[in-house]
């Protein structure tokens, strides 16, 4: 990957901007690399909604020098993006099937961060899943993700294999949240081109 000049980054489901993965990566590019652009919507509960927004955000940036992070759901829209506009993308523990796995989450949702915001995830949400899935990845190497083996949310083997080729850095520990974040910043910051 070229050194990352423009920075997205997605959060998950129920996440938001304040997901500590999101947080400590902003501190430290402001404490390193204050010239990288970065980004870090809220994203809509809406699929839609929420490829429009971030489409949006990256319409005028050009295809090298700018990657997407995305995280669980986040990881499933970068995916998204990615092919769609030919940036590089770094997964960490990406939803592959969020159709099928938020499948039972139809309904009323609080976010993590604040509580007393809440949200609706409708059925509806599910097609459109479906409908922004890519076949497959297209040119692996401009892919890497971080997929944790204790993830207790979505399975280890099946991210693995829908990122062949991909530089995948494989933990035997963590969860899903990937706790452990810290261990895994410099080799973050190395995939991007910045550490």
Request: glycine share 8%; hydrophobic share 45%.
């Amino acid at each position: 990957m070229a050194a990352t000049q423009r920075l997205l980054y997605l959060h998950g489901f129920r996440s938001s901007p304040k997901s500590f993965k999101a947080v400590r990566l902003q501190a430290w590019l402001q404490a390193h690399r204050p010239e990288v652009h970065w980004a870090c919507p809220q994203l809509p509960a809406s699929p839609a909604e929420a490829m429009a927004l971030i489409t949006a955000l990256t319409q005028d940036w050009p295809v090298r020098g700018s990657t997407v992070i995305g995280s669980s759901l986040g990881g499933f829209y970068a995916t998204a993006l990615a092919e769609a506009r030919g940036f590089a993308a770094v997964l960490l523990n990406p939803a592959v099937d969020p159709a099928r796995d938020l499948a039972p989450h139809v309904g009323e949702h609080a976010h993590y961060h604040d509580p007393d915001q809440r949200f609706h995830f409708r059925a509806g949400y599910l097609e459109a899943l479906r409908t922004l899935s890519v076949p497959a990845i297209t040119r692996p190497e401009r892919y890497a993700a971080l997929i944790a083996k204790g993830d207790e949310v979505l399975d280890w083997r099946e991210m693995c294999a829908r990122y062949p080729g991909a530089d995948i850095r494989l933990l035997d520990g963590s969860d899903h949240g990937l706790s452990d974040f810290d261990a895994h910043l410099p080799w973050l910051l190395a995939v991007l081109g910045l550490g």
